[in-house]
């Protein structure tokens, strides 16, 4: 076995919350590093470029949270931590800068406006994404978000399912806008119709085995597979189960669902799942999703009668907890206090009248955290950086935004294109689905140590996955700028995922002559 499989031996790692009030007396040089490692199954990180300090990641289902809760946690970031709160590409919440001391406290805090920090770190099912406008937005095939609460209440707690080989990525969504990096899950549901003695089946095909990080993009199989609504918690628990109890545990670079579904084959494990759940499986139905992507950044109209929902842009996912208070009392005062999380590092306010919506696009703080950001900053996304976390080799969030900030100035309002940054391999920043991605790193350029990035281009998920192409290696941050401004007008989005029958007009660009030496 390897250590963390050592580590967890006889032991439920969940136990390790009876002990954080021992590790609050004796400080947290006192706490041995295997309970270092043991306190991720409550979403506590020590990492090393902060010191005695933890990052606390919270689970929101779907994204969806209410007015409430984001205040609890803007009051949590202000009073025990630095300010500053992360919105992260799964839809949850990290808040940094936390002293073992005050961490109880803060439990007390999150049990009572319904959040917990359990079971977001180490070989667990991770915070479940949906849709961020399930249930709201007028081109869904159904709102799947109940189905996310049903799952996340079968998993959170349950000693079940709180030792699996390696971590497991759930998305369940009924929309069609493409909105989630469905092939990039350990287990995703997707919109689907099929067709059965003359009747429409709504439902979901079932793909499994996706991953990014080390060792590349592997997208999701599809398990040729339609379940009903009322079938999914049944499957998702029984496919969770079948890798719990057969993934690799010896080595943590080969245990993904997506290892055990090359190591088995599609055919055997469509069979040990047809065993277990009792039944046989349907064949998959036709795939609604749309080929382009939404970021449900905008105005946009919902299902309820002179309703609209507001998606706002927050520049790389970090924002001031004072900021986070004002948008969640903007919620309150113009909608119905609900504030949900998106995978593009965005916040959607709902619920917004026709008669309030002019008033609410006013407000100052609108000028910041906009609906309508220009085509870089849209999609723009990053990963945590080497500020907090030692992986990283540079530090992605402030120079994804100076970047994006300079390409504006040079570009103007260009096409929509997804930018992702990563600071490193495990690849946090989704940087292989991006239109163009970014990969940190270090390198010697005369004689001195800069930061720098290898830049990949044409990735995607959705109805035609494909992983990005690495176009550009070394390239440092110094220049990147005007790299990227010779690069992206010839390569819209439009241009890289060229709709079926259509063909990509490709023009050729002009290296700068420091890269080709």
């Given amino acids: 076995m390897n250590k963390v499989e050592i580590l967890k031996q006889g032991k439920n790692s969940l136990e390790i919350k009876n002990k954080i009030q021992k590790f609050s007396e004796e400080g947290w040089e006192s706490i041995e590093e295997d309970d ?17 300090f933890f990052m606390l990641r919270v689970r929101i289902p779907n994204g969806k ?53 359990m079971q977001t770190g180490m070989d667990n099912v991770r915070n479940i994404m949906g849709c961020p406008t399930a249930g709201i937005n007028p081109k869904e095939q159904m709102d799947a978000s109940w189905l996310v609460r049903a799952l996340n209440d079968e998993i959170v707690n349950n000693q079940d399912f709180c030792n699996l080989p390696r971590k497991f990525n759930i998305a369940i969504s009924g929309c069609l806008e493409n909105c989630l990096h469905s092939e990039t899950q350990d287990l995703a549901l997707i919109p689907a119709i099929k067709e059965e003695n003359g009747r429409e089946l709504i439902g979901f095909n079932v793909l499994a085995g996706g991953k990014l990080g080390s060792g590349g993009y592997r997208i999701a199989s599809s398990l040729d597979m339609f379940v009903l609504p009322e079938e999914v918690v049944e499957t998702a628990l029984a496919i969770i189960a079948l890798y719990r109890d057969h993934g690799n545990r010896e080595n943590r670079k080969q245990n993904r669902m997506g290892h055990l579904l090359d190591e088995w084959g599609i055919d055997n494990f469509r069979n040990a799942l047809s065993e277990s759940l009792g039944r046989d499986l349907t064949c998959a139905g036709i795939d609604q999703r749309e080929v382009q992507r939404s970021e449900h950044i905008g105005i946009y109209r919902q299902k309820q009668t002179f309703m609209n929902y507001v998606g706002l842009k927050v520049i790389v996912g970090r924002i001031e907890a004072e900021k986070l208070e004002g948008l969640a009392e903007l919620s309150e005062k113009y909608g119905n206090g609900e504030i949900r999380f998106t995978p593009a590092q965005a916040l959607v306010i709902p619920h917004v009248s026709d008669k309030r919506l002019g008033d609410f696009l006013e407000e100052p703080l609108l000028k910041e955290f906009v609906y309508h950001p220009s085509g870089v900053m849209k999609n723009l996304v990053s990963c945590v950086g080497s500020d907090y976390c030692h992986l990283a080799a540079i530090e992605t969030k402030s120079r994804a935004r100076e ?24 690849g946090c920043g989704n940087h292989l689905v991006a239109d163009i991605g970014f990969l940190g790193k270090r390198i010697r350029l ?45 390569h819209t989005r439009e241009k ?8 990509s007009e490709r023009k050729k660009i002009a290296i700068p002559l420091v890269l080709a030496s």
Avoid at 410 to 418: E, R
């Fill in 496 to 503: 890289m995922h060229p709709v079926r029958g259509q063909k």
């Fill in 36 to 52: 270092v490692q043991r306190l991720k199954w409550y979403g506590l990180f020590l990492r090393k470029p902060t010191p005695g």
């Fill in 65 to 117: 949270a209410f007015s409430h809760q984001v205040k609890c946690l803007a009051k949590i970031a202000r009073c025990f931590g630095n300010g500053d709160i992360d919105i992260t590409t799964r839809q949850q919440i990290q808040i940094r800068h936390l002293k073992i001391e005050n961490i109880l406290e803060v439990f007390d805090w999150l049990s009572e406006v319904g959040l917990t920090s």
């Fill in 403 to 426: 970047t994006a900030f300079a390409l504006e100035q040079k570009l103007g309002d260009a096409t929509p294109i997804s930018m992702h940054w990563s600071g490193c391999p495990a």
């Fill in 446 to 490: 005369g004689g001195e140590i800069v930061d720098a990035v290898d830049v990949f281009m044409g990735g995607r998920a959705g109805p035609h996955p494909k992983e990005a192409v690495k176009i550009l290696e070394n390239v440092p941050c110094s220049i990147l700028v005007d790299v990227l401004a010779q690069v992206i007008p010839y």
